[in-house]
């Protein structure tokens, strides 16, 4: 059985394809503005990839922002079920997971059985997104890979007071007039944004193993702010970005066999 | 499950908390006729469990549209709680 999981992400489109709980597939594209579309073409483009047709295809599940646009979907879920299915996939003794995407953070607790018992998403405030890490990247003239690595250089710890991403880079100009060197801005910079996400997270409770999914957590210097935070480890699997798209197609493949079963 | 809508921002934490294993189980959903800005609806979940929730384009503004039932002084329990028969709903500020 052959299942897709389509992720329509706020910044970016992400695709899996499971067969027979393999992932065989995966794919990225920009959401730009028109998600439909992009799905459309992300899903064509991704069959070619793999020499399948769309008749080989079972079941389409889609999550993320978008979720509703996708074409052809069958199920359509939230990135809530879809983050935690994606990650107990990949981790079973996860219990917390921490989903830090383009436009919005996630807190979801689980328990031993993979439920979701408590979740929050913080979807109004950049300042515990991505977008800011992309704004202060911006604003320290440097790309976003350096900001992370940036950030490991520095064991100086500079506060940053702003709780808002717009006056949030008004201090990182302060801090640049100051001389204040660059890899303590960047580390002060995701130290604000763990501060941020680690608040949202004593919301639902935090319960060990932690796992970080979402494009952010490609982020060197966040993942390591996160950890100094929550004075855990926390896990960040090898495609973080991937983990919702993985998560529709497995919950996708579970309902199928429920239906097969029925 | 434990749903929290809302958000934080650089002022506080504006969440209404939704405890859906009670939910699931009310018959009457007097929240959604008690709340005088419209923020609750009934909907399925991702677990087909038919809950009360945040209106989608509700929960970036709950501060400000529950604000009219939070009067600074004498206030009065909040509508969406008092009509919980089952104890439902928490909100974080």
């Not at chain 1, 800011?132 to 976003?144: G, Y």
């Amino acid at each position: 059985m052959i299942t897709v999981g389509i992720d329509a992400g706020a910044k970016n489109i992400k695709i899996t394809f499971l067969k027979d709980g393999e992932v065989i597939a995966t794919g990225i594209s920009p959401s730009g503005f028109d998600q439909n579309a992009a799905s459309e073409a992300l899903m064509n483009e991704t069959l070619a990839k793999v020499g399948l047709t769309h008749s080989d295809v079972d079941v389409i599940c889609s999550t993320g922002a978008g979720r509703k646009v996708v074409p052809g979907a069958k199920h359509v879920l939230t990135e809530v079920s879809a983050m935690a299915r994606g990650s107990l996939f990949l981790r079973p003794d996860v219990r917390t997971v921490i989903d830090v995407g383009a436009e919005e953070g996630r807190a979801i607790r689980c328990n031993e059985a993979g439920k979701v018992e408590d979740f929050a998403v913080n979807e109004k405030c950049a300042a515990g997104s991505g977008a800011f890490t992309e704004a202060m990247a911006r604003a320290l003239e440097v790309s976003l890979e350096e900001l992370g690595k940036l950030s490991l250089t520095s064991s100086a710890s500079v506060p940053m007071n702003a709780q808002c991403a717009v006056f949030a880079e008004s201090e990182v100009i302060s801090l640049l007039h100051a001389s204040t060197p660059k890899q303590d801005i960047a580390k002060a910079i995701h130290d604000a944004i763990a501060s941020r996400i680690m608040s949202m997270c004593r919301r639902v409770g935090i319960n060990p193993a932690i796992m970080l999914v979402g494009g952010v957590a490609r982020n060197v210097g966040f993942v390591q702010s996160l950890r100094t935070a929550m004075e855990e480890e926390v896990f960040v699997p090898d495609n973080p970005e991937f983990v919702g798209s993985l998560g529709a197609a497995l919950i996708a493949a579970d309902r199928e066999v429920e239906t097969a079963t029925a | 499950m434990k749903a929290n809508y809302g958000y934080m921002d650089g002022s506080g934490d504006y969440f209404i908390t939704i405890d859906t294993d009670k939910c699931v189980e009310c018959e009457t959903r007097a929240c959604v006729a008690a709340c005088p800005a419209n923020l609750f609806v009934i909907e399925e979940d991702d677990w087909d469990d038919l809950v009360a929730l945040i209106a989608q384009d509700k929960r970036k503004s709950v501060k400000y549209d529950c604000a009219p039932c939070k009067p600074v002084t004498d206030r009065p329990p909040l509508p969406c709680m008092a009509e919980c028969p089952f104890d439902a709903i928490e909100h974080s500020w």
